[in-house]
Nanobody, 127 residues
Framework: QVQLVESGGGLVQTGGSLRISCAAS????????VGWFRQAPGKEREFVAA????????YYLDSLKGRFTISRDNAKITVSLQMNSLEPEDTAVYYC????????????????????WGQGTQVTVSS
């Protein structure tokens, strides 16, 4: 069992940066794949980024490559998402999610793959 808590959301201007984090409780977090998803009002939940247990492999929504960076610190049991050059279209509630083990790339982007979810953190980018 893993409990996830996101933090670091807020209001930022277009072009600004924000770092959001996902803190996990429970043991052996380093054996979980962790993903970030986002959901804007009236839209479906969308894959943003994911990182495998070792931290050696990362995956991104193609349109976010170069602006967003996912990282993990297994010693501190956190996974972070650094978001740069933010745009109003990035406004959404951001959720972290976890799944035990290593996922194949075809599954890592699907929210239905993940078993554990945080409560979400609001990110608002003003124009």
């Amino acid at each position: 069992q893993v409990q996830l808590v996101e933090s670091g959301g807020g209001l930022v201007q277009t072009g600004g940066s924000l770092r959001i984090s996902c803190a996990a409780s429970g043991r052996a977090f380093d054996v979980y794949t962790v993903g970030w998803f986002r959901q804007a009002p009236g839209k479906e939940r969308e894959f943003v980024a994911a990182i495998k247990p070792s931290g050696g492999s990362t995956y991104y929504l193609d349109s976010l490559k170069g602006r967003f960076t996912i990282s993990r610190d297994n010693a501190k049991i956190t996974v972070s998402l650094q978001m740069n050059s933010l745009e109003p279209e990035d406004t959404a509630v951001y959720y972290c999610a976890a799944k035990f083990g290593t996922l194949v790339s075809t599954l890592i982007r699907s929210p239905r793959t993940y078993d554990y979810w945080g409560q979400g953190t609001q990110v608002t980018v003003s124009s």
